[in-house]
């Protein structure tokens, strides 16, 4: 499985704007993985609510979010937009999931590198608004990881008592 890094950390007090966002977007990012990782695939996919978000049903949602702003919105790709609410399939491990996480943030994180200037704006938004900056992106992407982190926080602590970071 796709171990989280476990170094990531949140960036230094004088760091530029680009460094400060994206180390706080990978050490969330990461903190999403550690929490889905050393669980048993059926308790990772059940669900520790009544609207019936899982752990595993979270990293995949996390992981259509990132190929739908990044990859879809930002660059443009023509490509299909993905069911960022559909839960995790039998098939589907937490390996696996994991590993397409992983995958989607090693994408988003590629094309956020070849952003010259966080004042561009995506190709096309997500939303029924003007395309957003990359900026507006960088800052969303760690609102919603961040809020989704929280969740797996409480989820994992629910199958094993697992605690911190």
Known sequence: MNEPRGD????GLNSDERT??????DYLRDAVMAKASGVPDVAARTPGVASGTSLLGLV??????ELNWFVWA???????R????????EEETAESLVAAYQAAIDRSNAIIAGCPDLDRVCARSLRE?????????LVHMIEETAR???????????????VGR
């Not at 990531?8 to 960036?11: D, F």
């Not at 400060?20 to 977007?25: P, S, W």
């Open 74 to 80: 930002y660059e443009g790709a023509d490509v299909p």
């Open 129 to 137: 608004s003007p395309p957003p900056s990359m900026r507006w992106l």
């Open 8 to 11: 990531v950390r949140p960036p």
């Open 148 to 162: 989704h982190a929280g969740h797996a926080d409480i989820l994992r602590e629910q199958i094993d008592g697992s």
């Open 82 to 89: 993905w069911d960022g609410g559909e839960p995790p399939r």
């Open 60 to 65: 995949k949602h996390l992981t259509h979010t």
């Open 20 to 25: 400060t966002l994206l180390a706080f977007l």
